[in-house]
C-alpha cells in the first residue's frame, strides 16, 4: 500500500501573506528604534528581536514568491529588490542618528621623540 502524501502546489502553507507582509514591517520598524537605542543593552535587544522577526518573515515571503510568480528570474528581482528597500530605509535611519564629538584625550599623538 502506497501512503506518500503529496502537498498541493498552490495551497498555502505558514499562514496569510498579508501577516507575513506586516511583520516585515514590524521587524524593520524594531530594527530602527533598536538602531537608535543602540548603544544601551535594550536597543541591541530590540534589534535582535526585529531582526529575527524580519528575518523569517522575508524567508517565508522569499519561499512563496516562485509559486506566485511562475518565474524565477522575476522571483529573484522581486526579492533583491525588497532586501535593497530594507537595506535602504535602515541606512536612511542611521544617517539621521546624531554624531557625539570624540573625546580630545583620544586623539592626541604619542610622543615619538622622547627616549
Known amino acids: 500500500m502506497n ?5 498541493r502546489e498552490g495551497a498555502p502553507s505558514g499562514g496569510s501573506l498579508p501577516l507575513w507582509i506586516a511583520l516585515i514591517v514590524l521587524g524593520l520598524g524594531l530594527l530602527a528604534v533598536g538602531l537608535d537605542g543602540a548603544p544601551d543593552m535594550a536597543g ?3 534589534m535582535i528581536v526585529g531582526g529575527l522577526i524580519l528575518g523569517v518573515s522575508y524567508a517565508e515571503i522569499i519561499s512563496r514568491l516562485p509559486l506566485a510568480t511562475h518565474r524565477y528570474r522575476l522571483s529573484i528581482v522581486l526579492a533583491v529588490a525588497v ?3 530594507v537595506v535602504g530605509v535602515l541606512m536612511l535611519n542611521a544617517s539621521t542618528l546624531p554624531v557625539l564629538p570624540a573625546n580630545p584625550d583620544a586623539l592626541l599623538m604619542p610622543n615619538l621623540t622622547a627616549g
Open 3 to 7: 501512503t506518500h502524501v503529496h502537498p
Open 44 to 46: 541591541f535587544g530590540i
Open 83 to 85: 532586501l535593497a528597500i
